[in-house]
């Protein structure tokens, strides 16, 4: 079992940035892969960035995604945001063939 704890979401301006954490617990010694995806209202969930698969094309030069292995944490930083960035982001792992999700943290961005 791996458990995920996500932070740093709030309300920012158009431009601004944000930067999002991950802190993983349990047997995270066997997590494979660590990264973001995001649900805006009445959008599926989709892809940001994880560590092994790089990022969607509507971030890409606008995020960057890092991990500590020391700290068990992944770290999603957003620059230039923009409105349409705007959804619950969830951290999530891959661990043994299982799929792992954080509860979510709001990301808001206004225009």
């Known amino acids: 079992q791996v458990q995920l704890v996500e932070s740093g979401g709030g309300l920012v301006q158009a431009g601004g940035s944000l930067r999002l954490s991950c802190a993983a617990s349990?047997?995270?010694?066997?997590?494979?892969?660590m990264g973001w995806y995001r649900q805006a209202p009445g959008n599926q969930r989709e892809l940001v960035a994880t560590i092994s698969r790089g990022y969607a094309n509507s971030v890409k030069g606008r995020f960057t995604i890092s991990r500590d292995y020391a700290k068990n944490a992944v770290y999603l930083q957003m620059n230039s945001l923009k409105p349409e960035d705007t959804a619950v982001y969830y951290c999530?792992?891959?661990?043994?063939?299982?799929?792992?999700w954080g509860q979510g943290t709001q990301v808001t961005v206004s225009s």
């Open positions: 349990g047997s995270w010694l066997t997590i494979a892969d």
């Open positions: 999530n792992a891959l661990s043994r063939d299982v799929t792992y």
